[in-house]
């Protein structure tokens, strides 16, 4: 075998439980893939900003990204939710710690580069570095306790993907007693009733704050603001458990769900960029639509899951290597997209000139992307994905202390052999004795 047909094998995603189900890191690649060509779409934008008007009706209703964030924290909800729900639920000390020391080394290693490199330079055609005055460490520490958002009412200055990170560090910390107290309604008809209720209810919730506060409002970067992905994949979850569709025989009617469901998560971001677009003059209107919209893609997603899960096509297709390994290494590739794609968008601008937007994007698709996914995989490899064993702390120190002493041992070893200045003397004498036996 090749090393390219082992790479997704020996790199495979390290499980806390130790079960894996690849359509899951499928469904991870279903999410990011979407973010990375609408964000170097984007740097294509910024490279023509007067485009012809064929090519801005074009492009205008590419959709927006969003929906593949929904996915992002639906998929977050169920992994979250399956001990819980399964009757297996971790001891909140083992909960907080393994998402401590999985999480936050990739985390603080992008933001502190980011914050050394936009220390030493300034980037051009980034609205979002220059919303504010204030010093750069400020919204590293902001962004280091994942308060960004709450503090500077804007999503993070050094990496403004980072955002939803804040949203799902909010949910871990609230996850398990939510869990817990859905758990106490024992009828798992009458929770999933209950739980489509809050499920709703929260929709409303957030496109009401979305159109009523600005966006520099706190309560815009809370989960009121955007949570319903975390308890739609609670509830089916819920569902999951219940009746396993991963075991049960696939069905090709999933793979049509399959399709017709992502498809139509991409009509959602396509309405939600309309929306954002051209908004409505009555606030009320607005909401409707919007929440509309947000159970359209609720509903299209558990399509998704369920085409993943029982649709022969689907359930190969999502799991096969090399997609369960670009979605297992989502977060890398994630972390790192935003300031990679800048900076290498700069670059493609000097070169190529592009003189269409169509150009200009296709441009961007074809290298930013790449790019992007390969070094996303390298730093899942060194960083990551280390991080992902749960003793990852104890074997780091105990390859640190093996380090010490084999530098220790070095230095004594050669503490106690002669220099070359110190032997010649005693080879001399060697030699002389060596002749005079002969003689």
């Known amino acids: 075998m090749s090393i390219l047909s082992e790479l997704p094998q020996r790199l495979r995603r390290v499980t806390s439980g130790g079960a894996y189900v690849p359509q899951i890191d499928g469904l991870r690649f279903l999410s990011v893939m979407p973010i990375l060509f609408f964000h170097s779409g984007l740097r294509a934008g910024r490279m023509m900003p007067d485009p012809v008007a064929g090519e801005a009706t074009i492009t205008a209703w590419f959709p927006f990204a969003g929906f593949a964030v929904t996915l992002f924290f639906f998929i977050s909800g169920y992994i979250i939710a399956y001990p819980f729900l399964a009757g297996r639920p971790p001891k909140l000390s083992h909960f907080y710690r393994r998402r401590l020391l999985r999480l936050e080394p990739p985390y603080f290693v992008v933001m502190i580069g980011c914050f050394v490199i936009l220390s030493l330079y300034t980037p051009v055609s980034a609205p979002n570095f220059t919303f504010t005055e204030a010093p750069l460490w400020q919204s590293l520490a902001a962004s280091l306790t994942y308060s960004h958002g709450l503090i500077f009412g804007q999503s993070p200055r050094l990496n403004p993907p980072a955002w939803t990170l804040e949203r799902e560090v909010q949910f871990y910390l609230l996850a398990p007693f939510l869990i817990m107290a859905y758990l106490s309604i024992k009828n798992r008809a009458l929770r999933l009733w209950f739980g489509g209720c809050a499920l709703l209810a929260l929709i409303v919730l957030g496109e009401t704050l979305r159109h009523q506060l600005p966006f520099e409002h706190p309560l815009r970067h809370t989960l009121f603001g955007e949570s319903y992905g975390f308890i739609l994949g609670v509830l089916v979850c819920d569902y999951s458990v219940a009746v396993r569709p991963f075991e049960q025989p696939p069905r090709r009617r999933y793979d049509v769900l399959l399709v017709v469901g992502y498809i139509g998560m991409m009509l959602t971001g396509t309405a939600e960029l309309r929306n954002i677009q051209f908004g409505y003059s009555e606030p009320t209107l607005a909401i409707a639509t919007g929440s509309l919209n947000a159970l359209a893609r609720a509903s299209c997603i558990f399509l998704v899951f369920l085409g993943a899960a029982r649709g022969p096509v689907g359930r190969v ?58 070094v996303g995989l390298v730093f899942y490899a060194l960083i990551e994905r280390p991080c992902m064993r749960p003793n990852w702390p104890s074997e780091l120190a105990m390859a640190a202390r093996r380090v010490l002493a084999g530098v220790r041992r070095l230095g004594r070893r050669q503490a106690t052999t002669p220099n070359a200045a110190d032997a010649q003397p005693v080879a001399l004498a060697v030699t002389e004795r060596l002749h005079e036996r002969v003689n």
Do not use: K, N
């Not at 290494?329 to 670059?347: F, G």
């Not at 003189?355 to 996914?373: G, N």
């Open 317 to 374: 297709l999502l799991a096969s290597p090399w997609v369960a390994l670009i979605g297992g290494a989502c977060y890398s590739i994630y972390l790192l997209h935003l300031p990679l794609m800048h900076a290498m968008a700069a670059v493609l601008e000097r070169q190529f000139q592009p003189d269409s937007l169509i150009v200009a994007t296709a441009l961007c698709w074809a290298i930013l992307v790449p790019a992007c996914i390969a």
